[in-house]
């Protein structure tokens, strides 16, 4: 059965970092592009940042480039998205999706979407 699950979310101060995880299973991540998304409160889905099958460099929305690092672990079939930094309007629901390798940041682009993991910044 092919299923995305996000962990890692939570509750972090201003200036703090976490390390979001979405573990793949059903198929492998080689072939795909995996994203990241982030629906801030009453606001529709943004691309934060996204990586190719095609060993291309990641993409990063503006706001999160110097913060974020998207990784890869194909041992584990594992996306991760290291947040560093966080201010309060990084607050959020964040999905991963899969996506054609060489999608973009565009959310109609992905096929598979993980159930979303929250992420609150707040002090």
């Known amino acids: 059965q092919l299923q995305l699950v996000e962990s890692g979310g939570g509750l972090v101060q201003p200036g703090g970092s976490l390390r979001l995880s979405c573990a793949a299973s059903g198929f492998s991540l080689d072939y795909y592009a995996i994203a990241w998304f982030h629906r801030a409160p009453g606001k529709e889905r943004e691309g934060v940042s996204c990586t190719s099958r095609l060993g291309s460099s990641p993409s990063y929305a503006d706001s999160v480039k110097g913060r974020f690092t998207i990784s890869r672990d194909t041992a584990k079939n594992t996306v991760y998205l290291q947040m560093n930094d966080l201010k309060p309007e990084d607050t959020g629901v964040y999905f991963c999706?899969?996506?054609?390798?060489?999608?973009?940041?565009?959310?109609?682009?992905?096929?598979?979407w993980g159930q979303g993991t929250q992420v609150t910044v707040s002090s």
């Open positions: 999706a899969r996506g054609p390798a060489g999608a973009a940041m565009s959310p109609w682009e992905y096929d598979y």
